[in-house]
């Protein structure tokens, strides 16, 4: 969180970071990713490293002395070459060194310096050369030509590579056992190059997201009858037409059209895929009606609705998606009409209501969902008496309550909840006594109080939850006695406590024991130069911020230089 302690509403989701897991933002230049990322070899407590560790960490340390690995076996030099990657050792002059050395997967994504010249060496591996990541690289079209001397090539991933084009991929297309191609962010691709894909015969999942000029190209897709995942995600270009080509692909499992144009029209044209699972519409202007052709997909489990038009009109066709487990409604108009329509969901894991206007008695339609493992109910107008229709959710393990009216004594009605692992009760009125109703929730993982009324009082129910990995205490009324009550929360990785201005370097000494931080908040408070010794011993801090204190940038950059080498991310710089 940051420093203002505040939180942006109505706020467009992040693409990049849609459930299911896609692949993480490459970018070429100012990437955190390698500064001070130097691996050693890491053990854990009194485990002695292995010989062949110990040999690999030897050879990176005298890199220099070695013209060539192509003698060693390949799982040798492929480690070799994996380590000098992930230690941002590999250069022009080291990168020689794995000519011809018969290397499977060559993973340079996000690695800086990476270049048509770099390509010839990548190529040299030959028909062992199974996998190649160069996204946000400065390769060009040219140096994929050399790819064609890799005929067994499955993967390849040119994310945010600007300077490939349409010829460029006239140079893989030759490449049929491709099954998995991304192009993320490729302004240079058109319709007209994406004649290129029609070959590859082979392709299971491809990946085209944010690229803005392949309106038309998708006719291109209409023999790859193997193509079980497409995501065409934040393609604002792509309409209703785009939606005709895929019809036929009936083995498509994951279809990703979110930002598009795509209307309940071009729905229609997805109703004959069966085996679909996954379908990503959000921001789409579509309505309920969309739901009728989607209605005899019987195998959708996943289907994200945010930012739709969706309205109380129409919701009666939730009633033919009985098999979905994740259902997305954010940011929607439906009210508590709709909810009566998913009772019938019983298979359900995850349901997002986020800002819709729903309230208490919509909740009762929910406590039948026995299998729901996380609730989204941010800025709805859900309160304290509603919160009584979810005490028989006995699998629920992540609650979000930001920004709704649930105060002190719905908070008690939570005790019952077992299973909850992270909680987020970012509301101005709980309070300590709210917080004490909370001491049977040992589980809990992670718990949010941005902006609730914590006091030194209250925080003497943390020392209940031992296995809390993240903490914001945002906002409130602690002070250094307070904190006392954290100190022996070994397992915590992120603590935010920012906007709590009694706090002082003692606090900064107090958890200086919580090795396991990785990203610290103490913005907002009277903590000073003098207490940046305390930081010390936080080995694993990557991430710190002291906006509004009384520090300054060279006594924070001394302090990453000489005790914290893993620091990157440093407010204020």
Same mark, same amino acid.
């Given at each position: 969180?940051?420093?203002?302690?505040?939180?942006?509403?109505?706020?467009?989701?992040?693409?990049?970071?849609?459930?299911?897991?896609?692949?993480?933002?490459?970018?070429? @230049?100012?990437?955190?990713?390698?500064?001070?990322?130097?691996?050693?070899?890491?053990?854990?407590? *009194? =485990?002695?490293?292995?010989?062949?560790?110990?040999?690999?960490? #030897?050879?990176?340390?005298?890199?220099?002395?070695?013209?060539?690995?192509?003698?060693?076996? $390949?799982?040798?030099?492929?480690?070799?070459?994996?380590?000098?990657?992930?230690?941002?050792?590999?250069?022009?002059?080291?990168?020689?060194?794995?000519?011809?050395?018969?290397?499977?997967?060559?993973?340079?994504?996000?690695?800086?310096?990476?270049?048509?010249?770099?390509?010839?060496?990548?190529?040299?591996?030959?028909?062992?050369?199974?996998?190649?990541?160069?996204?946000?690289?400065?390769?060009?079209?040219?140096?994929?030509?050399?790819?064609?001397?890799?005929?067994?090539?499955?993967?390849?991933?040119?994310?945010?590579?600007?300077?490939?084009?349409?010829?460029?991929?006239?140079?893989?297309?030759?490449?049929?056992?491709?099954?998995?191609?991304?192009? =993320?962010?490729?302004?240079?691709?058109?319709?007209?190059?994406?004649?290129?894909?029609?070959?590859?015969?082979?392709?299971?999942?491809?990946?085209?997201?944010?690229?803005?000029?392949?309106?038309?190209?998708?006719?291109? /897709?209409?023999?790859?009858? %193997?193509?079980?995942?497409?995501?065409?995600? +934040?393609?604002?270009?792509?309409?209703?037409?785009?939606?005709?080509?895929?019809?036929?692909?009936?083995?498509?499992?994951?279809?990703?059209?979110? +930002?598009?144009?795509?209307?309940?029209?071009?729905?229609?044209?997805?109703?004959?895929?069966?085996?679909?699972?996954?379908?990503?519409?959000?921001?789409?202007?579509?309505?309920?009606?969309?739901?009728?052709?989607?209605?005899?997909?019987?195998?959708?489990?996943?289907?994200?609705?945010?930012? +739709?038009?969706?309205?109380?009109?129409?919701?009666?066709?939730?009633?033919?998606?009985?098999?979905? =487990?994740?259902?997305?409604?954010?940011?929607?108009?439906?009210?508590?009409?709709?909810?009566?329509?998913?009772? *019938?969901?019983?298979?359900?894991?995850?349901?997002?209501?986020?800002?819709? %206007?729903?309230?208490?008695?919509?909740?009762?339609?929910?406590?039948?969902?026995?299998?729901?493992?996380?609730?989204?109910?941010?800025?709805?107008?859900?309160?304290?008496?509603?919160?009584?229709?979810?005490?028989? /959710?006995?699998?629920?393990?992540?609650?979000?309550?930001?920004?709704?009216?649930?105060?002190?004594?719905?908070? $008690?009605?939570?005790?019952?909840?077992? @299973?909850?692992?992270?909680?987020?009760?970012?509301?101005?009125?709980?309070?300590?006594?709210?917080?004490?109703?909370?001491?049977?929730?040992?589980?809990?993982?992670? &718990?949010?109080?941005?902006?609730?009324?914590?006091?030194?009082?209250?925080?003497?129910?943390?020392?209940?939850?031992?296995?809390?990995?993240?903490?914001?205490? +945002?906002?409130?009324?602690?002070?250094?006695?307070?904190?006392?009550?954290? #100190?022996?929360?070994?397992? &915590?990785?992120?603590?935010?406590?920012?906007?709590? *201005?009694? &706090?002082?370097?003692?606090?900064?000494?107090?958890?200086?024991?919580?090795?396991?931080?990785?990203? &610290?908040?103490?913005?907002?408070? $009277?903590?000073?130069?003098? *207490?940046?010794?305390?930081? #010390?011993?936080?080995?694993?801090?990557?991430? /710190?911020?002291?906006?509004?204190?009384?520090?300054?940038?060279?006594?924070?950059?001394?302090?990453?230089?000489?005790?914290?080498?893993?620091?990157?991310?440093?407010?204020?710089?």
């Amino acid at each position: 969180m940051g420093g203002a302690c505040s939180r942006k509403r109505d706020q467009q989701v992040n693409e990049e970071s849609v459930q299911r897991g896609f692949s993480s933002r490459f970018c070429k @230049s100012g990437s955190s990713k390698w500064l001070g990322s130097s691996v050693h070899i890491q053990q854990e407590r *009194g =485990k002695c490293p292995s010989l062949m560790e110990l040999c690999i960490h #030897k050879i990176r340390e005298g890199i220099s002395n070695y013209s060539s690995f192509s003698m060693l076996p $390949r799982d040798l030099s492929q480690q070799i070459f994996n380590e000098l990657v992930h230690s941002h050792c590999l250069t022009d002059t080291s990168l020689e060194a794995f000519r011809d050395c018969a290397l499977q997967d060559i993973h340079l994504g996000d690695y800086p310096e990476v270049k048509d010249s770099w390509m010839d060496i990548i190529s040299s591996q030959g028909p062992s050369l199974l996998s190649v990541d160069i996204s946000g690289s400065d390769v060009t079209d040219s140096g994929l030509i050399v790819l064609k001397d890799c005929p067994n090539l499955q993967t390849l991933n040119f994310n945010y590579c600007d300077q490939i084009s349409d010829w460029g991929l006239e140079h893989i297309c030759g490449l049929s056992n491709l099954t998995s191609l991304s192009l =993320k962010k490729n302004n240079a691709i058109t319709a007209e190059g994406m004649n290129a894909f029609a070959r590859l015969v082979n392709l299971v999942n491809l990946d085209l997201e944010r690229c803005s000029r392949i309106h038309g190209g998708l006719i291109h /897709l209409k023999g790859l009858t %193997k193509l079980e995942s497409l995501n065409v995600r +934040c393609c604002n270009c792509i309409t209703d037409a785009d939606m005709e080509p895929l019809s036929g692909l009936t083995n498509l499992r994951e279809l990703q059209i979110s +930002c598009s144009k795509v209307t309940n029209s071009g729905i229609g044209y997805l109703k004959g895929l069966r085996k679909l699972l996954l379908l990503n519409l959000e921001g789409c202007p579509v309505t309920a009606a969309c739901l009728d052709p989607l209605s005899g997909l019987v195998a959708l489990s996943y289907l994200n609705l945010n930012r +739709c038009r969706l309205s109380d009109d129409g919701c009666e066709k939730f009633a033919g998606l009985e098999n979905l =487990k994740v259902l997305n409604l954010g940011f929607t108009d439906i009210k508590d009409a709709c909810l009566v329509r998913l009772k *019938g969901l019983t298979n359900l894991e995850s349901l997002n209501l986020d800002s819709c %206007k729903i309230g208490d008695e919509g909740l009762a339609n929910l406590a039948g969902l026995r299998r729901l493992k996380s609730l989204e109910l941010s800025d709805t107008e859900v309160g304290s008496s509603g919160l009584r229709h979810l005490c028989g /959710l006995g699998n629920l393990e992540t609650l979000n309550l930001s920004f709704t009216l649930v105060s002190d004594s719905g908070v $008690r009605k939570l005790s019952g909840l077992t @299973s909850l692992k992270s909680l987020n009760l970012d509301a101005r009125q709980i309070t300590d006594t709210g917080l004490a109703a909370l001491t049977s929730l040992t589980g809990l993982t992670h &718990l949010d109080l941005f902006g609730a009324r914590v006091t030194d009082f209250g925080t003497d129910c943390f020392r209940y939850f031992k296995n809390l990995r993240s903490l914001e205490v +945002c906002g409130g009324g602690i002070t250094d006695a307070g904190v006392k009550n954290i #100190k022996d929360l070994v397992s &915590l990785t992120l603590l935010n406590l920012s906007q709590n *201005g009694s &706090l002082t370097d003692k606090t900064l000494e107090t958890i200086s024991g919580l090795t396991a931080l990785v990203s &610290l908040n103490v913005s907002n408070s $009277r903590v000073s130069n003098a *207490g940046l010794q305390y930081l #010390k011993p936080l080995k694993n801090l990557k991430s /710190l911020s002291l906006e509004s204190c009384k520090v300054t940038a060279s006594e924070i950059r001394k302090l990453q230089l000489t005790a914290l080498p893993n620091l990157v991310n440093i407010r204020p710089e």
